[in-house]
């Protein structure tokens, strides 16, 4: 069973940073892209970040690029995201995707979400 | 970047009535491969997202047969045949055809 469990989540000062991470069970992490997705209070899906399998394709939203690095360490099963230089609309539920790239280029798995705060 | 428009933004159904979401797109998604990248996703409340249909028509692993996508070009439909109680939450239409990837606004589906 594909299961992605994120964490690293919190409250932290404007400028701050924070790493979450998303740990990756039911399947060979370093066979697929993986997604970093947020949602604002109230708010819909924004799309944050992808990673390629091997780690080497890094792909950002305009909105983060610059301050948020993702990566991953196959070996640990387990994708990252390191988010530097936090503003107040980076608030949000982060979560994880896995990338179903060769089936039709779509998120099949979804993790529960990390909530970030970003707020003196 | 492509802008997908969702309507209705709201939409009260009645047990056991069908449902219809529509997704625009502001630009094709048939991409160059000759694949449209439409999925839409479900989000019931207080859970995360969960996958329905991929590749405009294809539903996902463990989804019901009452859910199906249709449509081509810039225009696409999410119909629900027959509404149950677990169908309330919030609909996302969402393209990869295109970096960067992108989610209609979402159509939060309600019981009358």
């Known amino acids: 069973e594909v299961q992605l469990l994120e964490s690293g989540g919190g409250l932290v000062q404007p400028g701050g940073s924070l790493r979450l991470s998303c740990a990756a069970s039911?399947?060979?992490?370093?066979?697929?892209?993986m997604n970093w997705v947020r949602q604002a209070p109230g708010k819909g899906l924004e799309w944050v970040s992808t990673?390629?399998?091997?780690?080497?394709?890094?792909y950002y939203a305009d909105s983060v690029k610059g301050r948020f690095t993702i990566s991953r360490d196959n070996s640990k099963n387990t994708l990252y995201l390191q988010m530097n230089s936090l503003r107040a609309e980076d608030t949000a539920v982060y979560y994880c995707?896995?990338?179903?790239?060769?089936?039709?280029?779509?998120?099949?798995?979804w993790g529960q979400g990390t909530r970030v705060t970003v707020s003196s | 970047d492509i802008v997908l428009t969702q309507t209705p933004l709201s939409s009260p159904v009645t047990l056991g009535q069908p449902a219809s979401i529509s997704c625009r797109s502001s630009?094709?998604?048939?991409?160059?491969?000759?694949?449209?990248?439409l999925s839409w996703l479900q989000q019931r409340p207080g859970l995360p997202p969960r996958l329905l249909i991929y590749?405009?028509?294809n539903r996902f692993s463990g989804v019901p047969d009452r859910f199906s996508g249709s449509g081509a070009g810039t225009d696409f439909t999410l119909k629900i045949s027959r509404v149950g109680a677990e169908d309330v939450g919030v609909y996302y239409c969402?393209?990869?055809?295109?970096?960067?990837?992108?989610f209609g606004q979402g159509t939060r589906l309600e019981i009358k």
């Open positions: 995707a896995k990338y179903e790239l060769v089936g039709g280029r779509f998120f099949d798995y």
């Open positions: 039911g399947f060979t992490l370093s066979n697929y892209a």
């Open positions: 990673i390629g399998g091997g780690g080497g394709n890094t």
């Open positions: 630009r094709s998604l048939v991409h160059s491969d000759g694949n449209t990248y």
């Open positions: 590749r405009v028509s």
């Open positions: 969402m393209q990869t055809t295109q970096s960067p990837i992108t």
